[in-house]
């Protein structure tokens, strides 16, 4: 009889002390989302006004070349001291932080100024670093038990912003009269992420690092697995940032009108979502992963032949495979939630992943530009590209060999023939 009165008289008491952790749940969930939502919106609303914005402020082939190059440089250098921001600071008030540099970075390129323009760049680029590295911790401390999901929410949440802001940049600096006012719009996005993370960055159970809990990512660089995530995320990197900041320009230079170059681009990031869903399906069965990594690159190498080689007119079947080819990066977050036995782990692996990715990955933008500048082509510059996707897909082959081992959590290789006998 005591149990039956005390178990009612005692609900309300649990009810309650479960809303605030209903409540954080939820938060995340969203966070994941509209950071994800962010990360790209930044970087693929200004590629199809670079045209634009270099006729409006008459910047040369250098700062032309410079701009699509600062977002990469950004994620290596701010990307590379994450850990130490986060040890400082914590998990969420870290994201915060950089997501209000984020909005200011975006609103601070609305002045019609080239000075404006590269400084606002470098300040929202950097708050971007920040949540881009810190996002696979924070994946992993709210969503640990479904990672693979959270993940495939983050990264198509990635692709819709990057759509989003492709597809309608051009037709928004028409309407606002500038491209430097149509910039300035997407901070309105950062700042709703913001406004989410609030709540996480002040509450009393924020995830705070202790001086003990360090794990040096550059240590990492010594291993095998270090080694792999560091350069598949940099070849990656590099050809995502190059697509997304040329892409446009590209195809505007062999006849396309510029609002059809970034629709294309918008193709480009639109059926990486369904890329995302179906690799992220695909590693997530046993035997499946090192598969998942093979069909992506293989798609990014064919996609590549064909912007080099078919005409402007079968430039929609270039961005499906192009597009089809950014799964990779899916696949590596997902491989960076699941890594290292603890969060501070994940951060290091994180760390030194994107850092020194980013630092590959910003030879892309700059050298094709720098390239397209001097020998007034395309051709020398997509020759280089298209090698780059198929050390790739060499490299993904290494790195979906990689499991993880549920005892000691680590990522171990396989080989082929014990993997096919896991199916």
Same mark, same amino acid.
């Given at each position: 009889?005591?149990?039956? !009165?005390?178990?009612?008289?005692?609900?309300?008491?649990?009810?309650?002390?479960?809303?605030?952790?209903?409540?954080?749940?939820?938060?995340?969930?969203?966070?994941?989302?509209?950071?994800?939502?962010?990360?790209?919106?930044?970087?693929? !609303?200004?590629?199809?006004?670079?045209?634009?914005?270099?006729?409006?402020?008459?910047?040369?082939?250098?700062?032309?070349?410079?701009?699509?190059?600062?977002?990469?440089?950004?994620?290596?250098?701010?990307?590379?001291?994450?850990?130490?921001?986060?040890?400082?600071?914590?998990?969420?008030?870290?994201?915060?932080?950089?997501?209000?540099?984020?909005?200011?970075?975006?609103?601070?390129?609305?002045?019609?100024?080239?000075?404006?323009?590269?400084?606002?760049?470098?300040?929202?680029?950097?708050?971007?670093?920040?949540?881009?590295?810190?996002?696979?911790?924070?994946?992993?401390?709210?969503?640990?038990?479904?990672?693979?999901?959270?993940?495939?929410?983050?990264?198509?949440?990635?692709?819709?912003?990057?759509?989003?802001?492709? !597809?309608?940049?051009?037709?928004?600096?028409?309407?606002?009269?500038?491209?430097?006012?149509?910039?300035?719009?997407?901070?309105?996005?950062?700042?709703?992420?913001?406004?989410?993370?609030?709540?996480?960055?002040?509450?009393?159970?924020?995830?705070?690092?202790?001086?003990?809990?360090?794990?040096?990512?550059?240590?990492?660089?010594?291993?095998?697995?270090?080694?792999?995530?560091?350069?598949?995320?940099?070849?990656?990197?590099?050809?995502?940032?190059?697509?997304?900041?040329?892409?446009?320009?590209?195809?505007?230079?062999?006849?396309?009108?510029?609002?059809?170059?970034?629709?294309?681009?918008?193709?480009?990031?639109?059926?990486?979502?369904?890329?995302?869903?179906?690799?992220?399906?695909?590693?997530?069965?046993?035997?499946?992963?090192?598969?998942?990594?093979?069909?992506?690159?293989?798609?990014?190498?064919?996609?590549?032949?064909?912007?080099?080689?078919?005409?402007?007119?079968?430039?929609?079947?270039?961005?499906?495979?192009?597009?089809?080819?950014?799964?990779?990066?899916?696949?590596?977050?997902?491989?960076?939630?699941?890594?290292?036995?603890?969060?501070?782990?994940?951060?290091?692996?994180?760390?030194?992943?994107? !850092?020194?990715?980013?630092?590959?990955?910003?030879?892309?933008?700059?050298?094709?530009?720098?390239?397209?500048?001097?020998?007034?082509?395309?051709?020398?510059?997509?020759?280089?590209?298209?090698?780059?996707?198929?050390?790739?897909?060499?490299?993904?082959?290494?790195?979906?060999?990689?499991?993880?081992?549920?005892?000691?959590?680590?990522?171990?290789?396989?080989?082929?023939?014990?993997?096919?006998?896991?199916?």
């Amino acid at each position: 009889m005591s149990v039956n !009165s005390a178990g009612p008289s005692n609900q309300p008491a649990v009810q309650e002390a479960l809303k605030p952790a209903w409540r954080a749940n939820l938060l995340a969930v969203v966070a994941v989302i509209l950071v994800g939502l962010n990360l790209r919106m930044g970087i693929a !609303s200004a590629s199809p006004l670079f045209h634009d914005l270099q006729e409006l402020l008459g910047y040369g082939t250098f700062v032309a070349s410079l701009l699509p190059t600062i977002p990469v440089l950004c994620f290596a250098v701010a990307g590379a001291a994450t850990s130490t921001v986060l040890r400082r600071t914590g998990l969420e008030l870290g994201i915060a932080l950089s997501l209000l540099m984020l909005a200011a970075g975006l609103a601070l390129r609305v002045a019609d100024s080239t000075w404006a323009l590269l400084g606002g760049t470098v300040v929202g680029m950097c708050g971007l670093a920040v949540c881009n590295v810190s996002m696979p911790s924070f994946i992993r401390q709210y969503h640990g038990n479904r990672a693979a999901s959270m993940t495939a929410a983050y990264t198509t949440t990635m692709s819709i912003g990057a759509t989003l802001a492709s !597809s309608i940049s051009v037709p928004l600096a028409a309407k606002a009269g500038s491209p430097t006012t149509a910039l300035a719009l997407w901070a309105i996005p950062a700042l709703m992420a913001l406004l989410v993370f609030m709540p996480l960055a002040f509450s009393s159970k924020r995830t705070t690092v202790s001086p003990g809990a360090h794990v040096s990512p550059w240590a990492l660089l010594a291993t095998r697995k270090g080694l792999l995530f560091t350069t598949v995320f940099g070849i990656q990197s590099l050809l995502v940032y190059t697509v997304v900041s040329w892409l446009p320009h590209i195809l505007i230079s062999r006849g396309l009108e510029p609002v059809t170059a970034g629709l294309m681009l918008g193709i480009v990031q639109g059926v990486s979502i369904l890329a995302v869903l179906a690799v992220l399906w695909m590693a997530s069965k046993p035997g499946l992963q090192r598969a998942a990594f093979v069909l992506t690159a293989s798609c990014s190498v064919l996609g590549f032949a064909a912007l080099l080689f078919l005409p402007v007119e079968l430039s929609l079947l270039t961005s499906l495979l192009i597009g089809l080819g950014f799964g990779v990066f899916p696949l590596v977050m997902l491989m960076l939630s699941r890594s290292g036995g603890s969060a501070e782990e994940t951060t290091a692996l994180s760390t030194v992943a994107q !850092s020194v990715g980013y630092l590959i990955a910003a030879i892309g933008p700059f050298a094709l530009g720098i390239m397209q500048g001097a020998l007034g082509s395309w051709t020398t510059g997509l020759v280089i590209i298209l090698a780059c996707a198929v050390v790739q897909l060499l490299f993904c082959y290494k790195l979906g060999g990689l499991r993880q081992d549920h005892e000691s959590r680590y990522l171990v290789e396989v080989d082929a023939a014990s993997e096919k006998g896991q199916a």
